[in-house]
């Protein structure tokens, strides 16, 4: 396929307007000069991930589109895509945050890092009595497996994660410092370098920065000093982008390269803004009044970008990136004297997701939900959440060296799967095939030599897979060379078809259907097949799970009486086991156990918040499955799966058990498995480690802190509460060591399957 060049003239000189104070004035614009190619030293990288930034949020993507300019005013962002190169067909490899950043980090889709939605580490459940389960899917990126960080240290880079993190649990664990960054910021996760970071600095120290929700609604807080101080350009302060730039002015004056993952919150729901004044801009641009009421202003039905909330926050993106800009433009290189860092550093901007089109907003002075009108990503349809092009089609932006000023491919997709590998390249690392990346190194692409992203192996790639199980909007699908197959793989939750097909493009690159209009299924019968065959031997490959079907539907199902039965649960030491009958009944074909730390016997959909459960294999033989239950375990639950596809679950198991302790004592447990027996299993894993962390010379006060408090627990009657508790954070302590462990050669934990969640 040929990539389509469109030379644009590149800005010169650096300046930057005074701000605005009147309510209809233009934003500040900082023009990016020419920067000349630096070779001798490995480049910087930047990468601002915006959060639910929609692929026509960004002024030179919708004016590609639109004859008329659409409300949002990017300026900053417009010249950075001057300066550099705009991908026209850039992918989140997920409609939705967490699957999206997990797959980004790893390099790896959501199939293979485990992480397919936003609501994981539950049990699969229906919202009430809907026909369809969601399959089990972690809600952590595997701490097992490697990111980008760990390679690029590899290469001498020093690392920071900061903004919105969003590849763990409610727990918050694993955190960006032991998934391998130097440095990380955010909600739940701050670190603090003193030279960066004032832990007494209440300003630095609200986390979300202009992000911060207000106490009531979106309409207060305007004037409060603690989250609003004005500063130099009368934007708002926030603390993402100034912890960012001090970061940047810290290590861009040391002698190596380095990494800066930078995450905004924005533009993210609650749809809200804390810049008065460029709400009151896009008022005033809208023709509407400044809002005196927290509900809706604008009409979800209405076409066209409406809202000036969403407008503002779009507008404080651009603002960051000017900032960023700046301070790269600012900063002499101390490896590349008579340059700045600017000169020797890839710039990428881009998305998680498609822009959301609609989301519940605050209650009025009524007290009535209702929904509001987000953005707009028409011509594309849908958007975050769906699988169609307005779900998944993102803004990529790049400058860098060697990137040619004022370039724009039309015709070659790239998806954030790539940045792992293309990382790699910019630090002149070599391709490694044991990481097992799904991405293609895109430098080259990037750089204007080649045309076609390939694989480490030379292999041009042709096709892109996505895979998102989850809710009413469960799809699959395939891409290749301009044509797209959606797989309806929850069909009883949504009136799509069970398969469409869309020609997005044409042979030569130029746009087609991209607002997926016409379901071409029947008039291509070869070509659906094709597709279809193809994404089905990916999925098989891949372990690519789809929902289950659920017996407790309220809406009768085709093999609903057909479903087995279990009839008996049982345990004895460390082995759980469920016994089922199939007579006249379905045939079952697999097992696996999902089990809880610090669960409970009630299996909700929505659970409490810092409840998780895992999934650990079971054995599956006639009438019976059994596991070896994970050490910790405080309750656990089988689930059969028949030949229909019917998911059954078993009671919480043991209900009653014997459960021996070292080879002597027995208890009759009737509250649960084994809190006592599970929290000593761990106090015995966290001893072991301390001692061999020790040898490292490793501080290891937090762990030994832990294992204090549960011995102190094991002394006390067996009461769920503090057990559970004990377990769950004796387990962290000894999970934030996983490199250090294994480092000094502790298989238990791999043999415990502790370094899985």
């Not at 299924?521 to 097949?529: A, C, I, K, R, S």
Request: hydrophobic share 35%; with cysteine; charged share 25%.
């Amino acid at each position: 396929m040929k990539n389509t060049f469109y030379s644009i003239c590149a800005v010169v000189g650096l300046s930057v307007a005074t701000a605005p104070v009147l309510a209809n004035a233009k934003p500040p614009v900082v023009s990016l000069p020419a920067v000349s190619v630096v070779e001798r030293s490995q480049p910087n990288i930047v990468h601002i991930l915006v959060d639910d930034l929609g692929w026509q949020d960004v002024a030179c993507y919708y004016d590609a589109l639109h004859a008329e300019p659409g409300l949002y005013e990017t300026p900053n962002i417009d010249r950075v895509a001057e300066r550099g190169i705009r991908f026209m067909q850039a992918y989140s490899p997920s409609p939705t945050c967490s699957p999206s950043r997990a797959a980004y980090l790893s390099g790896q889709f959501g199939v293979k890092n485990g992480v397919y939605h936003v609501k994981g580490s539950r049990v699969p459940r229906a919202w009430g009595e809907r026909p369809e389960l969601t399959p089990y899917y972690s809600a952590r990126l595997d701490p097992s497996k490697t990111i980008i960080p760990q390679e690029l240290k590899k290469a001498g880079y020093t690392t920071a994660h900061v903004g919105k993190w969003h590849v763990c649990g409610e727990n918050m664990v694993p955190t960006p410092l032991q998934l391998g960054f130097d440095f990380s910021y955010g909600r739940d996760h701050v670190y603090n370098d003193p030279e960066i970071v004032d832990p007494k600095d209440k300003k630095i120290n609200n986390k979300e920065g202009i992000f911060s929700q207000p106490r009531n609604n979106r309409l207060t807080d305007f004037d409060n000093p603690l989250f609003l101080p004005l500063i130099d350009d009368e934007r708002p302060y926030d603390s993402l982008t100034d912890i960012s730039l001090r970061w940047l002015n810290k290590v861009g004056r040391q002698d190596q390269p380095f990494f800066l993952n930078f995450c905004p919150k924005l533009v993210h729901g609650p749809i809200m803004t804390r810049d008065r004044k460029r709400l009151a801009y896009y008022c005033e641009k809208l023709g509407i009044d400044f809002p005196t009421d927290s509900g809706s202003i604008a009409d979800p039905d209405a076409p066209g970008q409406n809202n000036p909330y969403y407008a503002s926050m779009v507008d404080s993106v651009d603002w960051m990136v000017s900032k960023v800009v700046q301070t790269l433009e600012s900063i002499d290189d101390p490896r590349n004297p008579g340059h700045k860092l600017i000169d020797n550093t890839y710039l990428i901007i881009s998305s998680d997701n498609g822009g959301s089109q609609r989301l519940a907003t605050w209650a009025s002075a009524d007290g009535k939900r209702r929904f509001e009108k987000v953005t707009d990503n028409a011509p594309l349809r849908e958007g975050k959440s769906w699988m169609y092009e307005g779900g998944v089609k993102i803004p990529f932006i790049v400058i860098g060296p060697g990137v040619q000023p004022g370039s724009v491919n039309e015709t070659t997709p790239v998806t954030l799967l790539d940045l792992f590998p293309t990382f790699m390249a910019m630090g002149g690392m070599p391709p490694d095939p044991a990481l097992d990346l799904d991405g293609c190194n895109i430098l080259p692409v990037i750089q204007g030599q080649a045309s076609e992203a390939k694989f480490a192996d030379g292999t041009a790639r042709d096709t892109l897979f996505f895979h998102h199980p989850a809710d009413d909007k469960s799809f699959s699908v395939i891409q290749r060379k301009g044509w797209k197959l959606m797989k309806n793989t929850g069909p009883r939750l949504t009136e799509a078809p069970d398969l469409q097909l869309f020609k997005l493009y044409n042979e030569d690159g130029t746009r087609n259907d991209i607002g997926e209009a016409n379901n071409l299924v029947d008039q291509y019968p070869e070509m659906t097949q094709q597709l279809l065959g193809d994404l089905t031997t990916w999925m098989a490959g891949n372990d690519a799970r789809v929902p289950y079907l659920n017996p407790d539907s309220g809406e009768a199902l085709e093999g609903q009486q057909d479903v087995p039965v279990v009839t008996a649960l049982g345990s004895e030491h460390t082995q759980i086991w469920a016994t089922f009958d199939t007579t006249g009944k379905s045939k079952v074909v697999d097992a696996f156990l999902v089990y809880s730390l610090n669960g409970g016997t009630e299996l909700k959909y929505r659970a409490p918040r810092l409840e998780e459960w895992d999934r650990a294999p079971a054995k599956l033989t006639d009438g019976r499955v059994e596991a070896i239950a994970p050490p910790g375990m405080t309750h656990g639950v089988f689930c059969l799966i028949d030949a229909n596809n019917y998911l059954v679950y078993s009671e919480p198991v043991p209900p009653v058990g014997k459960v021996r302790i070292d080879g002597a004592v027995t208890l009759e447990l009737t509250d649960g498995f084994a809190y006592k027996p599970g929290l000593l299993s761990l106090i015995k894993v966290g001893h072991e480690a301390r001692g061999k962390l020790m040898q490292q010379g490793v501080d290891v006060t937090v762990l030994t802190q832990a294992l204090k408090d549960a011995r102190a627990v094991v002394k006390q009657p067996v009461e769920e509460q503090p057990y559970a508790v004990a377990i769950r954070n004796l387990r962290h302590a000894i999970r934030a060591f996983d490199g250090k462990v294994s480092e000094a050669g502790l298989k238990d934990l791999n043999a415990l399957n502790l370094g899985k969640w």
